[in-house]
T-cell receptor, first 111, second 114 residues
Framework: RKEVEQDPGPFNVPEGATVAFNCTYS??????FFWYRQDCRKEPKLLMS???SGNEDGRFTAQLNRASQYISLLIRDSKLSDSATYLC????????????FGSGTQLTVLP | DAGITQSPRHKVTETGTPVTLRCHQT?????MYWYRQDPGHGLRLIHY???????DKGEVSDGYSVSRSKTEDFLLTLESATSSQTSVYFC?????????????FGSGTRLTVV
């Protein structure tokens, strides 16, 4: 079973829309989670860290449901600049806290 | 942004030649990582380091070696490059003790093996 599963999309939404991505994880012991965004041909960049039930930063809200083992990312009032691939990543527990990345969910915000 | 640079940014090399990619950080982060990214595979861990001279293999380590003689530098060597190693290589750093745990990535090295 994969460590994390995400709908690959693509999600195509109009500017101003609210969009949500869900991510399920297999390791119930995971204590932390990260959302990264990756623009085409660029490096991934950390968007949000989630250590408890959730986190909010402006238009972005991450929620964690430990009982169901899923984490979601909500983007409100989508901007064209939000177009990217979004990666859900459980925190690592190895000697260097190494992370395992999936392929992410592709979002395109349309004008 | 954290100071992390990768060099070279782009490289074309011939099959069978050794290639070394460099990752340099100015943040004094303890952990460093090398990933490769290919279409349809996401980021895959090649090798990682949890301190000077402390390194270990990731899921796709065959054909690669690493060295970390200083905190700030983590070198990835393709011992004898093959076409299957054509990829984008990302270095990342992390320092969970500073309240983070997430990574900061370098800008990547695009390697083409012909």
């Amino acid at each position: 079973r994969k460590e994390v599963e995400q709908d690959p999309g693509p999600f195509n939404v109009p500017e101003g829309a609210t969009v949500a991505f869900n991510c399920t994880y297999s390791n119930s012991a995971s204590q932390s989670f990260f959302w990264y965004r990756q623009d085409c041909r660029k490096e991934p960049k950390l968007l949000m860290s989630v250590y408890s039930s959730g986190n909010e930063d402006g238009r972005f809200t991450a929620q964690l449901n430990r009982a169901s083992q899923y984490i979601s990312l909500l983007i409100r009032d989508s901007k064209l600049s939000d177009s990217a691939t979004y990666l859900c990543v459980p925190g690592g527990s190895g000697s260097a806290r190494q992370l395992t990345f999936g392929s992410g969910t592709q979002l395109t915000v349309l004008p | 942004d954290a100071g992390i640079t990768q060099s070279p940014r782009h490289k074309v090399t011939e099959t069978g030649t050794p290639v070394t990619l460099r990752c340099h950080q100015t943040e004094n982060h303890r952990y460093m990582y090398w990933y490769r990214q290919d279409p349809g595979h996401g980021l895959r861990l090649i090798h990682y380091s949890y301190g000077v001279k402390d390194t270990d293999k990731g899921e796709v380590s065959d054909g690669y070696s690493v060295s970390r003689s200083k905190t700030e530098d983590f070198l990835l060597t393709l011992e004898s490059a093959t076409s299957s190693q054509t990829s984008v290589y990302f270095c990342a750093i992390s320092e969970p003790s500073r309240g983070g745990g997430g990574y900061t990535f370098g800008s990547g090295t695009r390697l083409t093996v012909v």
